[in-house]
């Protein structure tokens, strides 16, 4: 069951046209993104993988309109993406959770910003995420009286309940034990097929991207470029343990590390 | 055997006390410079049964909390609009830091020549030593508030008034509050020195009861006002800040 609030969204599909961004640093300008072209389908869930410093993050913050592009066009279905917006919502790699609000209050905070529902729906709709994470009896804690892995949950139920169009995670399960990381993964892919929404998600990861995306995107460092792009054709529910996915995951592993063989060689 | 904790404080006043007390009776000092604790209490009494002392105490209580209002509800949007455009920062930032140095009953005769010995001259010496601390306390706090709370509430669609009222004056508040502590702190050293400094014709205060003991040669009477003034200062703590601040401390887990 889901809540009545929702209603059915037109799935959306972010294309990237020759974005490119740079930072005025210490040591001068330097291109963070060089001429990235990339679809996200509609429902698709694309992982971003690569070393550090390859601008994931920074593509991430173009996406959710937190950053603007020097070069190129980012666009959201027909709409250009400029600023900050609810139809995409961000999952942080710390969980971002106001500490003055409770569980239930940090997940009504984008549902009160939804002029066009009634406070009995987004009541409905952040008890039903939050039940959908598993959390529906910590309605009244505080964000310090959770565990890490706790707060990431609410952190997902906060960014799914304004039903965004696109929801964009920052490594959001990189700060988590095994355990817990492993939790969510089943929680995301479970999320995923019910709800079916688009997703970029950032790590550098690549069991996680190989475990979670329906395409990895590899990008390479200095400036910032799309690699390769794999795609990953298991069923879902995907185990990170799977022995399948363990061998696609070593091809993308090979593939980045030649790749950074190749670009150490041609810095000596 | 482990004792109550109000044991040792207890004893400590009640031997410091009594011993005060037998000083003075045996004759070791003059009286009339150093009152024995009966004499002050005796005094503290009578003026209670007169009205004389709750009339006073609520006289400079009315100045101080009008004054600590008016100063920090000036201090906090200004102090909110120190931290938002820069060029107000380098200019009445700049500026609320170099007075907020500045003793506020420096201000008491420019205020009584603009005001006159009145009650608005005692408000306007309060709101200065209330203002600035708030200001600067509230400029700092916004500017410290992590940029991840800004960024995860603008994604969500707050921004401008919202961003400010749920999300910035949220995150800052445990500096606000320690700022308003201090401006308050200020508010009432700077009241108190205005109130023995001058006489104001529109209603004594404890300032005015203490100084004049002063000129009465009634020790009893400072030293009892001085212990009110203390206790008035424990009390705001106790009743208005503390609790604040347990309750922030909790809350947040910080």
Same mark, same amino acid.
């Given at each position: 069951?889901?809540?009545?609030?929702?209603?059915p969204?037109?799935?959306?599909a972010?294309?990237l046209?020759n974005?490119?961004k740079r930072?005025?640093?210490?040591?001068?300008?330097?291109?963070?993104?060089?001429?990235?072209?990339l679809?996200?389908?509609?429902?698709?869930?694309?992982v971003?993988?690569?070393?550090s410093?390859?601008?994931k993050?920074?593509?991430?913050?173009?996406?959710a309109?937190l950053?603007?592009?020097?070069e190129?066009?980012?666009?959201?279905?027909d709409?250009?993406?400029?600023?900050p917006?609810?139809?995409?919502?961000?999952m942080?790699?710390?969980d971002?959770?106001?500490?003055?609000?409770?569980?239930?209050?940090n997940?009504?905070?984008g549902?009160r910003?939804?002029?066009d529902?009634?406070?009995?729906?987004?009541?409905?709709s952040?008890?039903y995420?939050l039940?959908?994470?598993?959390?529906?009896?910590?309605?009244k804690a505080?964000p310090h009286?959770?565990?890490?892995?706790?707060?990431?949950?609410?952190a997902?139920a906060?960014?799914?309940?304004?039903?965004?169009?696109?929801?964009?995670m920052d490594?959001?399960?990189?700060?988590?034990?095994?355990?817990?990381?492993?939790?969510?993964?089943?929680?995301?892919?479970?999320?995923?097929?019910k709800?079916k929404?688009?997703i970029v998600?950032?790590?550098h990861?690549i069991?996680?991207?190989v475990?979670l995306?329906?395409r990895?995107?590899?990008?390479s460092p200095?400036?910032?470029?799309?690699?390769?792009?794999?795609?990953?054709?298991?069923?879902r529910?995907?185990?990170?343990?799977?022995p399948?996915?363990a061998?696609?995951?070593?091809?993308?592993?090979?593939?980045?590390?030649?790749?950074?063989s190749?670009s150490?060689?041609?810095?000596? | 055997?482990?004792?109550?904790r109000?044991?040792?404080?207890t004893?400590?006043?009640?031997?410091?006390?009594?011993g005060?007390e037998w000083?003075?009776?045996?004759?070791?000092?003059? %009286?009339?410079?150093?009152p024995?604790?009966?004499?002050i209490?005796?005094?503290?009494w009578d +003026?209670?049964?007169?009205?004389e /002392?709750l009339?006073?105490?609520w006289v400079?209580?009315?100045r101080?909390?009008?004054?600590?209002?008016i100063?920090a509800a000036?201090?906090?949007p200004?102090?909110?609009?120190?931290a938002?455009v820069r060029?107000?920062? %380098?200019t009445?930032g700049v500026?609320?830091l170099?007075l907020?140095?500045?003793?506020?009953?420096?201000?008491?005769?420019?205020?009584?020549?603009?005001?006159g010995?009145?009650?608005?001259?005692?408000l306007?010496?309060?709101?200065?030593?209330?203002?600035?601390?708030?200001?600067?306390?509230?400029?700092?706090?916004?500017l410290?508030?992590q940029?991840?709370y800004?960024?995860?509430? $603008?994604t $969500?669609? +707050?921004? +401008?008034w919202?961003l400010w009222?749920?999300?910035?004056?949220?995150?800052?508040?445990? &500096?606000v509050?320690?700022?308003m502590?201090?401006?308050?702190?200020?508010?009432w050293r +700077?009241?108190?020195?205005?109130?023995?400094?001058?006489?104001i014709?529109? &209603?004594?205060?404890? &300032?005015?009861l /203490?100084?004049?003991?002063r000129e009465?040669?009634r $020790? %009893?009477?400072?030293?009892g006002? $001085?212990?009110?003034?203390v206790?008035?200062?424990? /009390?705001a %703590?106790?009743?208005?800040?503390?609790?604040?601040?347990?309750?922030?401390?909790r809350s947040?887990?910080?």
């Amino acid at each position: 069951m889901s809540p009545t609030s929702d209603k059915p969204n037109p799935l959306a599909a972010l294309t990237l046209r020759n974005v490119t961004k740079r930072f005025n640093g210490a040591a001068g300008c330097v291109t963070a993104l060089d001429d990235i072209t990339l679809d996200v389908k509609e429902g698709e869930f694309l992982v971003l993988v690569g070393p550090s410093g390859c601008g994931k993050s920074t593509l991430l913050s173009l996406l959710a309109g937190l950053d603007q592009v020097d070069e190129g066009a980012i666009r959201l279905g027909d709409e250009p993406v400029r600023s900050p917006g609810r139809d995409r919502l961000v999952m942080f790699q710390q969980d971002a959770l106001f500490p003055w609000l409770n569980t239930l209050e940090n997940v009504m905070f984008g549902l009160r910003l939804k002029p066009d529902l009634t406070e009995a729906e987004r009541l409905e709709s952040a008890r039903y995420y939050l039940s959908l994470v598993g959390l529906a009896d910590k309605e009244k804690a505080r964000p310090h009286e959770l565990s890490g892995g706790m707060r990431q949950r609410v952190a997902l139920a906060r960014s799914l309940a304004p039903n965004p169009r696109v929801l964009l995670m920052d490594e959001p399960f990189s700060a988590l034990d095994a355990l817990t990381r492993d939790q969510l993964y089943r929680d995301i892919q479970d999320i995923f097929t019910k709800r079916k929404k688009t997703i970029v998600l950032v790590t550098h990861n690549i069991r996680e991207a190989v475990c979670l995306g329906d395409r990895v995107v590899l990008l390479s460092p200095n400036p910032g470029r799309v690699r390769q792009i794999f795609d990953i054709n298991l069923p879902r529910p995907r185990r990170i343990n799977d022995p399948e996915l363990a061998s696609l995951a070593a091809e993308v592993t090979d593939a980045l590390s030649s790749h950074l063989s190749r670009s150490q060689e041609g810095l000596a | 055997m482990k004792l109550p904790r109000f044991v040792i404080p207890t004893l400590v006043a009640v031997i410091f006390l009594g011993g005060w007390e037998w000083f003075v009776r045996v004759g070791h000092v003059n %009286d009339v410079l150093v009152p024995a604790p009966s004499q002050i209490l005796k005094w503290f009494w009578d +003026s209670l049964l007169n009205g004389e /002392l709750l009339s006073a105490t609520w006289v400079t209580m009315r100045r101080l909390i009008i004054g600590f209002a008016i100063g920090a509800a000036l201090g906090v949007p200004l102090g909110a609009l120190c931290a938002r455009v820069r060029w107000i920062r %380098d200019t009445l930032g700049v500026l609320a830091l170099g007075l907020q140095t500045l003793p506020s009953v420096c201000w008491v005769p420019l205020a009584l020549l603009w005001f006159g010995q009145e009650e608005s001259a005692l408000l306007f010496v309060v709101v200065m030593g209330t203002i600035w601390a708030v200001v600067i306390a509230v400029q700092e706090s916004v500017l410290n508030v992590q940029p991840l709370y800004l960024r995860a509430a $603008m994604t $969500m669609g +707050s921004k +401008s008034w919202h961003l400010w009222l749920r999300v910035i004056l949220p995150a800052a508040l445990p &500096g606000v509050l320690s700022g308003m502590k201090q401006g308050w702190a200020f508010a009432w050293r +700077s009241l108190m020195a205005a109130e023995i400094f001058v006489v104001i014709l529109t &209603g004594f205060g404890l &300032g005015s009861l /203490l100084h004049a003991g002063r000129e009465l040669l009634r $020790m %009893d009477q400072v030293m009892g006002v $001085m212990t009110v003034v203390v206790l008035v200062g424990l /009390l705001a %703590d106790l009743i208005f800040f503390a609790p604040l601040e347990r309750w922030l401390r909790r809350s947040r887990g910080l």
